[in-house]
């Protein structure tokens, strides 16, 4: 009742002032004292609104846990020697390494939580999901508080190893190395499905995640000058194809789920980084090779697994790779923000 009389009080006193003509600030002076409304702000304002900010493609790499998954072209097979102890706690046969671009990588950032290095030699995009040599699944690994994941997967899906071995124990004539074309194109083919089933585990695991995929380097030069380790010209050029082949799947897919992210505006993303012409000049046979040759146990009579994988310079090399894809991001704005409060 009493605020009903002031309201009231409040109407016909600006009657009669604006009948006496008297200035309106006289009139604002008396609503100010009679409702306590209209008076002018006085002092800082109680609080701020809290503030959004987008973070950059490295403050979403560096702000968590980075972990490395994948096979031998990540766990360091090339550099690997018999007897070393496998890093993180990791199976004998994982050959998980120092000289791999993982340890280079976490050497070269600040980041927000551990490094797990979880990459297995010999691993298959069926191996990420369940698990390799009794170990658990790498993808148990991926978790909430993981900022940054790199992956090379593929190769063992397409059977590189067998195939390498078939091209290079065949008569020097023969022509059983480019023979497997059908088989390897179909294997390739089929790794879509499988990886799309990897990334998805990931991006369930760790949302805000920035996903990057590391693809293979061309193992022979574009135009090989003759025959290596048994290996014609002929069987060369076709490895390489097959090389770029499975990158080009690898990519599609990373492409594919990168788009998803960005069409429903999520954080995090799925990245592909192009190695392919990474080691130009530098390819099996070249003087100064990023890949090893053939390696023959003459103990044992085989083919040494180092074979065909990078030398320390070539984990080097993908190390450089890695650091530039951290900095420079996907291309786009990350959906990624830090709220901070007043």
């Known amino acids: 009742m009493r605020k009903a009389a002031g309201v009231v009080a409040a109407v016909l006193l600006g009657v009669a002032l604006a009948v006496a003509g008297l200035p309106a600030g006289v009139y604002t002076g008396f609503a100010c004292a009679l409702l306590d409304a209209g008076c002018p702000a006085t002092g800082e304002p109680a609080g701020r609104l809290p503030q959004v900010t987008r973070l950059t493609a490295a403050e979403v790499a560096l702000g968590g846990a980075y972990v490395a998954l994948g096979d031998s072209y990540s766990s360091g097979e090339g550099v690997y020697r018999r007897g070393e102890a496998p890093l993180d706690g990791g199976a004998d046969r994982c050959h998980r390494a120092g000289g791999s671009y993982v340890p280079l990588v976490a050497g070269a950032h600040a980041f927000g939580g551990e490094t797990g290095f979880w990459a297995c030699s010999g691993a298959t995009t069926g191996n990420l999901?369940?698990?390799?040599?009794?170990?658990?699944?790498?993808?148990?690994?991926?978790?909430?508080g993981t900022s940054l994941v790199t992956l090379s997967i593929g190769g063992n899906d397409a059977g590189f190893a067998p195939v390498l071995t078939e091209c290079i124990v065949k008569f020097p004539w023969s022509s059983a190395c480019v023979d497997q074309d059908a088989e390897v194109r179909h294997r390739i083919g089929e790794l879509r499905g499988s990886m799309r089933a990897v990334l998805a585990e990931i991006r369930?695991?760790?949302?805000?995640?920035?996903?990057?995929?590391?693809?293979?380097?061309?193992?022979?030069?574009?135009?090989?000058?003759?025959?290596?380790?048994?290996?014609?010209?002929?069987?060369?050029?076709?490895?390489?194809?097959?090389t770029e082949r499975l990158n080009g799947v690898v990519r599609e897919v990373a492409d594919e789920f990168d788009r998803a992210i960005v069409a429903f505006g999520g954080p995090g993303s799925v990245e592909y980084v192009d190695a392919y012409e990474a080691f130009d000049g530098h390819e099996v046979g070249r003087p100064r090779p990023y890949l090893n040759g053939v390696i023959v146990d003459m103990e044992q009579l085989?083919?040494?697994?180092?074979?065909?994988?990078?030398?320390?310079?070539?984990?080097?090399?993908?190390?450089?790779?890695?650091?530039?894809?951290?900095?420079?991001?996907?291309?786009?704005?990350?959906?990624?923000?830090?709220?901070?409060?007043?």
């Open 302 to 342: 085989t083919v040494d697994p180092r074979s065909f994988h990078p030398t320390a310079d070539g984990y080097r090399r993908f190390a450089e790779l890695i650091n530039a894809q951290i900095t420079t991001g996907p291309g786009r704005p990350l959906n990624n923000f830090h709220l901070s409060t007043p």
């Open 129 to 144: 999901l369940r698990g390799q040599h009794g170990q658990q699944p790498q993808i148990e690994r991926v978790g909430a």
């Open 204 to 242: 369930t695991r760790a949302p805000e995640a920035r996903v990057v995929l590391l693809g293979y380097p061309r193992p022979f030069p574009a135009s090989p000058p003759g025959r290596i380790d048994n290996l014609g010209v002929a069987d060369q050029r076709w490895l390489n194809s097959m």
